[in-house]
């Protein structure tokens, strides 16, 4: 009997020591702090040899609880070098979930370095005494040079959407050709080829409230003349953007340095929408009425998939959901509702003299989902139920057949 309860104690024992192994590590590590590092921004791009370079690093935290207190470091290698061990480090505090926080680093790049793409490390750690976690990214260093005298131009730029909401993600696509018309050009006597190099190309935002999700292009190759090439980035426009044009910069590292560019993107941001506007009286006459509206499109371009879709408690709209599709912008389309009062659905309005109705619209703006609802409107109702009012129509039809009867009637005998 001894026996037994020592067996069934070491394996309950090995059993708790199994859950606190694999149990307690994952629940903790669902809740803890994640930190996700990102360089947003590096000026000048590529690196120059011998001089400073500007790094914008910014650190979210995508776990699941706060950071009590961030630290983010840069380990800097040949051919880049901080001035002081003290300006490696940079503080942040706390970051809460979901929360983000951008730091700049200045970076010498040694004036011996060789041109192509280097790494750096870079460290964070969610606590003054927890455990870094190391990060490397590749910084690009120099321009090369090549003798091609091909020139690159911006040809097209196309948003989808072309016209963005707040809060809508696209993306623009941007087309460069080469100018050239000919395979080779003579300069001071000498014969050049006229092939375009696109090294490198970067979109960034001017303004608040856009960004640009999208890596930048490295190494695309030659244009020969006449040859075009299309960049597509991705965009998001932020909830609170501000409406108007935007202005992003395309960066263009060319043949050399000479032919490198910038090139301004506007970017228009727009609020308005689908607006729907009643054409009739709202009014129920013995239960029933036929509602009509007014649908506009009033954004500056094309909107999709409109749907607009009635709602009033205790009462049945046909269709349930109106479909119209595609609206050009100022296209205007009416639309006709049959509703009928359902005494059946146990609705708290069904003696009031007036029910609250609401108008959803549903489109897209290219690949954005978009609603509007429009409240509080008054629908008229009958304030007699349905009966009384058959026996007031009755009425009135025995009315209209006798009266002039009667007057008929009236005009004989006095005739007479």
Known sequence: ?????????????????????????????????????????????????????????????????????????IVPKYPFSIDSKENSVQNIGALNPGRTATKEFYLYVDKNAQKGTRSIDIRTRTSSNGPWSTETFN?????????????????????????????????????????????????DGKDYDTNARIQAAILRPLSNGINVQYAPYYEMGLLGPGESIKLTFNVEVEEDAKEGVHNLELEIEGNSYDYNS???????????????ITSKPLELVDGTAIIEFDVANTHPNELNSVSIRPVAEGIRFYPAEYFIGPMDPDELFTI??????????????????????????????????????????????????????????IAGVIAVVFIPAAVLLYRKKKQE
């Open 1 to 73: 009997m001894g026996l037994i309860k020592k067996r069934i104690i070491a394996t309950s024992l090995s059993l708790l020591l199994i859950a606190s192994i694999f149990v307690f590590p994952a629940s903790a590590a669902v809740g803890s702090a994640n930190l996700k590092v990102t360089i947003v921004e590096t000026n000048p791009y590529p690196a120059k040899i011998g001089e400073y370079l500007t790094l914008n690093i910014q650190v979210e935290n995508v776990g699941g609880a706060k950071a009590d207190n961030v630290d983010i470091e």
């Open 139 to 187: 910084i690009r260093v120099g321009t090369e040079t090549f003798d091609s005298k091909g020139t690159v131009e911006l040809a097209e730029i196309v948003s989808s959407p072309e016209v963005f909401m707040p809060g809508d993600k696209g993306t623009v696509t941007i087309t460069l050709k080469n100018t050239a018309t000919s395979s080779t050009v003579s300069i």
């Open 262 to 276: 910038r090139k301004n993107i506007p970017l228009q941001v727009d609020s308005s929408n689908i607006k729907v």
């Open 336 to 393: 006709k509702f049959d509703a009928v009062r359902d005494y059946s659905s146990g609705s708290d309005n069904e003696d009031s003299n007036e029910m609250n109705m609401s108008i959803t619209a549903n489109y897209n703006n290219g690949i954005n989902r978009h609603e509007n609802i429009v409240s509080n409107l008054k629908l008229a109702t009958d304030s007699l139920p349905t009966e009384t009012n058959s026996t007031v129509a």
